[in-house]
Structure formats: structure tokens, C-alpha cells
T-cell receptor
Framework: AQSVTQPDIHITVSEGASLELRCNYS??????LFWYVQSPGQGLQLLLKYFSGDTLVQGIKGFEAEFKRSQSSFNLRKPSVHWSDAAEYFC????????????FGKGTHLIIQP | EAGVTQSPTHLIKTRGQQATLRCSPISGHTSVYWYQQALGLGLQFLLWYDEGEERNRGNFPPRFSGRQFPNYSSELNVNALELEDSALYLCASSYRGLEQFFGPGTRLTVL
């Protein structure tokens, strides 16, 4: 069965500092990988996705992620965070074709210090 | 382009009642997914509808059901509500199983 681990429940970063959120997955086949962001009481917004090809993918709001098959990881990065980046971040894995829905990690709560 | 819409925003029911939640996908998307986000349990896959058919369901009892209409909109029905059904229910749509785009959710409270 597939699973996603986000080892950090909370992360606190100073505004302007760099950010890396960790994600490890377990999946039997070649996965589709996603990062979503959720503000309090809101739905999920897709930040970026990896289907195949270049292992470094660019997303919206200045985020990027790198797929490392050997480490089963898909870490999210941003070179300089803004106060508006404070939110809950979810990593997710899914099958090609969407058959099983997405399996989400528990999320990482990002706090931005002024 | 309009995103995924869900109604109602909030829904309050009592234990044993039935709840109906609605979702309209992005135009051109034929797949609708339902997820439950309950406190302490995270985001869990509930149901997948594609081209009007239920294609897959997650580990939820049969009292969670739904359907997809010819215009690809969908409704989720939860029968015999229990207190632990209180959660944010999220709908997502996709085209051909690619990335899923989520709606704002329906907050269901069971008293």
C-alpha cells in the first residue's frame, strides 16, 4: 500500500530565510507526486506536480521540488519565504490515471517569524 | 476559468440524519474525487467518479455514497450520521487522471 511521510509536523522559519519541507513516499509503481497548500478553513491549492522527466520541478509562488527516486523523496523548497507562505503543506502520491485517489501525508504546519 | 465549487459551505446535522453535499467540477473535467479531512485523521480518499460511474472507493462504510450526474457534477450522501463524521469534505476534479484541483470544501458538523 502506498504511504506518504512528512516527518516535520511544525516548522518555523524567519521571513526571508530559505525553506525545505521533507516528504518521503512508498509506492509500488512509478508515482505521480504533488505538493498542495492549505490555508485555515480553505481547500487545497496545487503548488506543483511531478509526473515524469526532469526531476526538478517548478511550481507557483516561487516553490520548487526535487524528485529523488533513490531516496523515495520529493522535498519542497523555496529560497526566500514571505509571511503569506504561512499555511499547512501537504505532500501527496497518486497512481497514473488517478485510480486510487491521492494518498496524503499528515501535513507540515509552516510558521513564519517576522 | 471557474474552479471547483462546493455547496453548502457549512452543514449542521444531528446524529442519525442524512447529509447531502454537492460539487461542480472544472469545465471539461470528467473525474470527481471526494476526500474527508477529519481532525487527527488527515486527508482520506473517499470516492472516485468518472464518466458517471463510481470507479473506486476508499476505506469507508457503505453509508457514504454518491453519484455523478451527466454534467459531471457530483453529490456525496452520508446516511445515518455519526459524531465522527464531522469533518471538512473536499471535492476535487481532474481530466484523465492528471492533477486534481480542489474546491473550498463543505464543513459538516454532526451534533
Amino acid at each position: 500500500a502506498q504511504s506518504v511521510t512528512q516527518p516535520d509536523i511544525h516548522i518555523t522559519v524567519s521571513e526571508g530565510a530559505s525553506l525545505e519541507l521533507r516528504c518521503n513516499y512508498s509506492y509500488g509503481a512509478t508515482p505521480y507526486l504533488f505538493w498542495y497548500v492549505q490555508s485555515p478553513g480553505q481547500g487545497l491549492q496545487l503548488l506543483l506536480k511531478y509526473f515524469s522527466g526532469d526531476t526538478l520541478v517548478q511550481g507557483i509562488k516561487g516553490f520548487e521540488a526535487e524528485f529523488k527516486r533513490s531516496q523515495s523523496s520529493f522535498n519542497l523548497r523555496k529560497p526566500s519565504v514571505h509571511w503569506s507562505d504561512a499555511a499547512e503543506y501537504f505532500c501527496a502520491v497518486g497512481a497514473r490515471g488517478g485510480a486510487d485517489g491521492l494518498t496524503f501525508g499528515k501535513g507540515t504546519h509552516l510558521i513564519i517569524q517576522p | 476559468e471557474a474552479g471547483v465549487t462546493q455547496s453548502p459551505t457549512h452543514l449542521i446535522k444531528t446524529r442519525g440524519q442524512q447529509a447531502t453535499l454537492r460539487c461542480s467540477p472544472i469545465s471539461g473535467h470528467t473525474s470527481v474525487y471526494w476526500y474527508q479531512q477529519a481532525l487527527g485523521l488527515g486527508l482520506q480518499f473517499l470516492l472516485w467518479y468518472d464518466e458517471g460511474e463510481e470507479r473506486n472507493r476508499g476505506n469507508f462504510p457503505p453509508r457514504f455514497s454518491g453519484r455523478q450526474f451527466p454534467n459531471y457534477s457530483s453529490e456525496l450522501n452520508v446516511n445515518a450520521l455519526e459524531l465522527e463524521d464531522s469533518a471538512l469534505y473536499l471535492c476535487a476534479s481532474s481530466y484523465r487522471g492528471l492533477e486534481q484541483f480542489f474546491g473550498p470544501g463543505t464543513r459538516l458538523t454532526v451534533l
